[in-house]
């Protein structure tokens, strides 16, 4: 029997390179080896953007074509929509009672995202019991393996937690505990060196056309240090570069020497990057506008992942169930 990997992401705008990097190619890679169920995750969508809720239902739509544009396989994996199967919110509501409110209060990313993230309103219930409903992800599908950036390490340890307790609480071993399989790329930065989000609008999206790739490319904050094209730079500062290690490997010792031997400046510099990217982006975005003829393949593709979700959802929940009364 192959490992169980769930991953999730929630529809909240255009993919862009950070997701490409930090997620989407790990996961093409990992179809090959696990049984991958992945997920886009509009309840979670809704716990933070519950404003813009008409919008989310746009974004699932771009954001299947854009992951099956990338690579993801519905052959081999199974790609739905959470709210297609209610089952995660019963087991989340049955695992919100027995999560103590602490665990919850001292989760990092929750105290960090209320710190940082002024412009919504996130001091809600359902902000707070966010890890609760990706325990319920996870547990729903025994998964055994999360791929995951280092950030989000507090909330796989939350789970497991919570799988224990329920295991414990119930003498029963219903639940796997969940390794976390970290993503080995560093995570990308945005344009301006912050973290790669839209909320700071410093994002190249999958879909961007290669004039406004282009356009964004030379916006990149560079070198500090570097004020002249005769000044030699220092590329492990230069956030340029790591754009080259990760889209252009084999092109980043040549980088390297022309940018500390000052032989190139960094709007050439920039210039030679954004063709490399367009080397990754063209073909993605060739095969979403194929794909873009026919809709309603992309509408099946998400009905039949949902009824494959929910055949091993509703297992899981009668399991649940019979233990519970
Ligand atoms: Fe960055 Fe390239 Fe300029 Fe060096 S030459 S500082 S790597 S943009």
């Known amino acids: 029997m192959r490992k169980v990997v769930f ?6 705008g255009k993919l862009h390179l950070g997701h490409l990097v930090g997620a989407i190619q790990n996961w093409i890679d990992l179809q090959t080896q696990y049984d991958c169920i992945f997920s886009i995750v509009d309840w979670h969508a ?12 746009e974004n699932i739509f771009d954001m299947a074509l854009d992951w099956l544009a990338c690579g993801i396989d519905p052959e081999k994996s199974i790609v739905f929509v959470q709210s297609m199967v209610p089952e995660h919110l019963e087991l989340c509501m049955i695992l919100s009672c027995i999560t103590p409110l602490g665990w919850l209060e001292r ?6 995202q209320l710190r940082e993230i002024t412009t919504r309103d996130l001091q809600t219930y359902a902000f707070l019991g966010y890890p609760v409903l990706q325990a319920a992800d996870i547990l729903l599908y025994k998964a055994n393996a999360i791929p995951i950036g280092e ?3 507090p909330h796989i ?9 329920f295991n414990f609480l119930y003498k029963k071993d219903l639940f796997p505990d969940c390794e976390a399989i970290l993503t080995k790329t560093p995570r990308l930065l945005g344009l301006d060196g912050r973290k790669m989000s839209k909320s700071y609008q410093n994002t190249i999206n999958l879909s961007d056309s290669e004039a406004d790739m282009q356009k964004k490319v030379q916006s990149m904050f560079t070198d500090p240090r570097r004020l002249k094209v005769a ?3 220092h590329p492990d500062e230069c956030n340029v570069y790591s754009y080259y290690q990760a889209f252009a490997a084999d092109q980043s010792p040549d ?13 050439e510099c920039k210039k ?3 063709g490399q990217l367009l080397k990754t982006l063209l073909p993605i975005q060739e095969k979403r506008k194929k794909m873009l003829g026919d809709k309603n393949r992309i509408h099946d593709i998400l009905l039949e992942g949902a009824q494959k979700a929910r055949r091993i959802a509703q297992k899981t929940m009668n399991e649940v169930k019979s233990i519970l009364f």
């Open 231 to 233: 000044d030699p730079g």
């Open 7 to 12: 991953s999730g992401m929630r529809p909240t």
């Open 157 to 165: 340890e939350l789970t497991r937690e919570i799988a224990r307790k």
């Open 46 to 57: 809704l716990m933070g953007e519950y404003e813009q809720s008409k919008q989310i239902s």
């Open 272 to 274: 030679i990057l954004a």
């Open 255 to 267: 980088v390297y020497n022309w940018c500390t031997m000052a032989q190139k400046g960094c709007t």
């Open 151 to 153: 950030d989000q390490l």
């Open 107 to 112: 989760n990092p990313t929750y105290k960090e």
